[in-house]
């Protein structure tokens, strides 16, 4: 039966969260993962080939994320059928929320731009920066293909990409480690290429302000833009480039928005396609061979077979409590995470019930994060501009502010249990927020009264009432700052080297001298912000190999399974090489899940 004008049908009847989704912690088997979310009349496995047939097709993609729309791309222009089940009602996934950076080594965007990069530097950086975490031939697989998949996704969509200057490799002192950086993000993008199908686009984490058109590497500028000529030279760069778009009559797109609307583009002219609103409920097997996807569409259960293979993108649990508190360390939950609130690990379930092997589970693309009342804050440049630190309870620093986010919070859970840092708090003062954007509040603006109100912000005008506000000692709060002022005066943080590497400097002041990332706080009245682990997304999945095949834990292949992005556990192992390791990796290893099952499907 074809598809491929199928409208999307919203399911009103079926709940995955809360208790439900606990029980489905523990089932095996396609008749107890039905059973479970609710669907009535399947008792087993046996039944789900008994259920409608929704359609057959070479490829079934579980997830419109960087990795699903990546893959059912590429299978599509291998000449196989394709379609992309999506438990959301919208598209994008995570990756439609982010700054779409993208960290691919040697990518034809970078070299073109003079990038000194070589295939050597990069494996050696790469190597480096995972560790043993990831085996020698995924690091490769990763490495060698990641170039020719930027260049399929631009001669096969209307997505075209800039070089994100100066945003450097994350740990840019390594053997083969670049300062000026090898990220990548989408250019600009027309949303009138989508139609009516733009409706659907799931919306970015946090709105550009309207009339503007800003890219990712424009938000460093645009946080200093009160103080540098740069960045106000780069404010109106943003304002023009939305005028023109407003004159043009166009719906200008950039970061998340525009890589996920340039790979459904992809999708619409390949003619593949998408169902919304349909939630995977289990994978089909037939003799320990993936066959095909159970999933619930319009109230009621179906099967999509596959006849070469089942590609999981479907992103990661961060929004599943149960997995968290099995998985991850304490005190952990669902509010501090910025992925697309649909990721409660249905995929990674479902691939273990198949026999899949999980790794990586007890991590996630950490970043510090202020639990504001709307939504989690992902703190980037704030904790990282001079005149602001860290303390914990005890009212002590405890990390180099500007490292890289993953590692800030890898270290408050490493100390919590002895030296307790979650929350941590940002402090800053008022010469600080004199001077930059804070979120998406400018200078000299007063926060808005919710912050104060829910505890994630406080103000007091001396280092004391605030070290009372937010029950740190304010004898070690004010010895703290008066100890951080003068390695700041001196431009030398002796205590955690802040400002030693290139990184540290990224989100910094270049007016403020001899350390453009620490500056004294000496200005009343003060602020603290309160910081928690928050995350992108959880990194722990399935086990996969160098062709993205799901492996069992004695290291045997299921047939017909791969997995891709946060679905799968991260080529990236515990660490995190620079800006868009979590969608680089994402979009190239769902690209080589195609290519492998074209591949066999010829054979």
């Not at 293979?309 to 509010?335: C, K, L, W």
């Amino acid at each position: 039966m074809s598809t491929s004008a199928d409208p999307a049908r919203r399911i009103e009847s079926i709940s995955t969260a809360g208790a439900s989704r606990r029980r489905l912690l523990g089932a095996t088997g396609a008749g107890l993962a039905l059973a479970a979310a609710g669907l009535p009349g399947v008792g087993g496995p046996a039944d789900a080939a008994d259920l409608p047939l929704l359609g057959t097709y070479d490829v079934v993609v579980i997830g419109s994320g960087a990795a699903g729309m990546t893959a059912a791309l590429t299978a599509a222009k291998q000449g196989l059928s394709c379609v992309v089940v999506e438990k959301a009602a919208t598209f994008g996934g995570s990756a439609a929320r982010s700054g779409a950076g993208i960290w691919i080594p040697n990518n034809p965007v970078i070299l073109a731009a003079g990038v000194p990069d070589t295939p050597a530097k990069a494996a050696a950086y790469l190597a480096a920066v995972v560790g043993p975490d990831v085996s020698a031939d995924r690091q490769r697989a990763f490495l060698g293909h990641g170039p020719a998949m930027i260049s399929f996704v631009m001669a096969n969509s209307p997505l075209r990409f800039r070089w994100m200057e100066g945003y450097s490799d994350y740990y840019p002192e390594l053997s083969g480690g670049l300062p000026n950086g090898r990220s990548i993000e989408p250019d600009q993008l027309d949303g009138n290429i989508l139609g009516a199908e733009l409706a659907h686009l799931n919306p970015s984490y946090m709105a550009v302000p309207a009339g503007m058109v800003v890219f990712s590497a424009d938000y460093k500028w645009l946080t200093l833009s009160a103080v540098s000529v740069k960045g106000l030279a780069v404010a109106a760069e943003c304002l023009a480039r939305g005028t023109k778009a407003a004159l043009l009559g166009q719906k200008p797109l950039t970061m998340g928005q525009s890589l996920a609307a340039g790979l459904r583009a992809g999708l619409l002219a390949a003619q593949v396609p998408v169902w919304l609103d349909t939630p995977l409920t289990d994978l089909y097997r037939e003799d320990r061979t993936v066959t095909g996807a159970v999933v619930a569409r319009g109230g009621s259960a179906g099967l999509v077979r596959a006849r070469h293979g089942v590609v999981v993108g479907s992103g990661g649990f961060e929004h599943n409590a149960a997995m968290r508190d099995q998985y991850q360390r304490q005190p952990i939950g669902t509010a501090w995470t910025v992925g697309a609130k649909e990721n409660t690990g249905d995929g990674i379930r479902a691939g273990e019930r198949a026999g899949a092997a999980l790794d990586l589970m007890d991590d996630a693309w950490w970043g510090p994060a202020i639990p504001l009342p709307e939504q989690p804050y992902f703190c980037l440049a704030e904790r990282t501009l001079p005149g602001g630190l860290l303390v914990n309870a005890a009212g002590a620093r405890f990390v180099n502010e500007a490292a890289p986010y993953s590692d800030v919070v890898h270290t408050m859970y490493e100390r919590n249990p002895t030296a307790p840092d979650i929350p941590a708090w940002l402090i800053v003062d008022q010469n600080y927020r004199n001077r930059y954007l804070f979120k998406d509040i400018a200078p000299t603006l007063a926060f808005p009264g919710s912050w104060y109100d829910s505890g994630a912000a406080h103000k007091a005008w001396t280092l004391d009432a605030l070290a009372g506000r937010i029950g740190v000692p304010a004898g070690a709060l004010r010895a703290t700052v008066n100890r951080f002022n003068s390695l700041a005066l001196s431009g030398d943080d002796t205590d955690f080297r802040r400002g030693d590497s290139t990184y540290d400097h990224y989100y910094s002041d270049p007016a403020i001298v001899p350390n453009s990332s620490l500056a004294p706080l000496w200005l009343a009245p003060y602020y603290a912000f309160k910081i928690v682990p928050g995350d992108l997304g959880t990194k722990g999945g399935m086990r996969t190999d160098a062709r993205a095949r799901v492996l069992r834990a004695d290291g045997s292949v299921i047939p017909g399974l791969y997995a891709a992005g946060n679905a799968s556990a991260a080529v990236m192992g515990h660490s995190y090489a620079g800006a868009g390791s979590t969608i680089g990796p994402a979009m190239t290893f769902g690209y080589i899940a195609a290519l492998d099952i074209a591949a066999a499907a010829g054979s």
